[in-house]
């Protein structure tokens, strides 16, 4: 992934419906730090964006 390639400890999530590609699992495999399925409360993707962040200062 080009942003990961820029930034290793650049935080991703994945937001996404339906994928026979990738599940929870191959989104850790492959360094994305967050999955969730659509659609995402805004509340539960704020509140993973704030966790992720705090993990990323530590």
């Known amino acids: 992934m080009i942003l ?7 935080p991703m999530i994945l937001c996404t419906g339906y994928s026979e590609d990738v599940d929870e699992a191959r989104a ?6 967050g999955y969730m399925l659509k659609p995402v409360p805004s509340r539960a993707l704020l509140a993973r964006i704030a966790a992720l962040l705090l993990e990323c200062r530590d």
């Open 4 to 10: 990961q390639k820029a930034d290793p400890n650049l």
């Open 28 to 33: 850790w495999e492959i360094g994305i730090q």
